[in-house]
């Protein structure tokens, strides 16, 4: 019987079918609901884009069980939707413990269901809309962009979009991290999305900011395709589009926009280690002022 102190931890590369590719996301297991600060305690530790904590909400053995509360933590702060680490969640429940093809997490984002087809893994999340909008002049320069396309915001999720003009340009920006999160804005903004045309077999390429959540430049991000499928699928006439996010490590997802306001998002993903956390000796009053 696992010890109180232990927490069960997987690391999963997700939107990928590579070890190594696409965006490593921590999958905890808790047996017991832990206060918060524990929770950021141990994302902080992994130090990964976000780490999700999956907590049995049923009467089942969690072996069994199809109901789970599903929580995303930044090595800084707790974020309402995370896609990466859902899929990465998922592939744990499905490949390690689940014969079932469909799981349901309760989340700060309302229910989202995951459900398996083939080696693939399909999420459905709700989608963002999106306004027009006039971005920061100075936030566009410490990223290091002279002329965009066009501009929108999601208030949902204080996400800005820029459209740029291709995708060269895409992958040859650095931005200035630093100085992005000096530039005051009229709009709250928690990160940036830059996107364009892709070059086939891509419908479109994006990469994503969000130093202000302490990730520089996240590898894939599947929230943000919760807000990039509406927005090519107004521009494209398509309702099923192939993505690539341009990282460094990159990877691709599948995105089909819903007429219910629903989007799904399609990728796979590996598992490349796993073990036990422990908390032994680790009280929350002595991580109070960290």
């Known amino acids: 019987m696992k010890n109180d102190d232990e927490i069960s931890f997987y690391i999963v590369d997700a939107f990928t079918r590579k070890p190594f590719r696409g965006n490593p996301a921590a999958v905890c ?17 992994f130090n990964l ?29 707790e974020v309402p939707l995370c896609g990466h680490a859902t899929l990465a969640t998922a592939t744990v429940i499905f490949h390690e413990f689940n014969g079932e093809t469909s799981v349901l997490f309760k989340t700060l984002s309302g229910e989202l269901t995951a459900r398996r087809e083939g080696d693939s893994i399909i999420l459905d999340f709700p989608s963002e809309v999106t306004i027009p909008t006039k971005p920061n002049h100075n936030l566009l ?14 208030k949902t999720s204080s996400t800005l979009l820029i459209q740029l003009k291709n995708e060269e340009i895409l992958r040859s ?30 419908d479109f ?33 398509k309702q099923e589009m192939w993505a690539y996010q341009a990282s460094a490590r990159g990877g691709d997802l599948r995105v089909r926009v819903r007429k219910n ?22 009280t929350s009053k002595d991580y109070s002022r960290v």
């Not at 884009?49 to 702060?77: C, D, G, H, M, Y």
């Not at 320069?141 to 999601?154: C, P, T, V």
């Open 29 to 45: 297991l808790l047996q017991q609901q832990r206060e918060d600060d524990v929770l950021q305690s141990i994302a902080t530790e």
């Open 49 to 77: 884009s976000e780490t999700a904590f999956l907590l049995n909400i049923t009467e089942k053995p969690f072996k069994q069980s199809r109901v789970f509360a599903l929580r995303w933590f930044t090595p800084k702060t």
């Open 141 to 154: 320069r410490q990223m290091g962009i002279r002329e965009f396309e066009d501009a929108h915001l999601s």
């Open 173 to 202: 920006l650095t931005p200035n991290f630093d100085g992005m999160k000096s530039v005051s804005t009229k709009q709250n903004i928690d990160g940036v999305i830059v996107t364009s045309k892709g070059n086939p077999p891509y």
């Open 205 to 237: 390429v994006s990469r994503f900011f969000a130093p202000w959540l302490g990730i520089n430049e996240d590898p894939v991000t599947g929230s943000a395709h919760t807000i990039l499928g509406p927005y090519w699928s107004n521009i494209l006439r």
């Open 261 to 282: 306001r629903r989007v799904d998002l399609t990728g796979e993903a590996v598992i490349v280690s796993k073990g036990e956390l422990s908390l032994s000796g680790y």
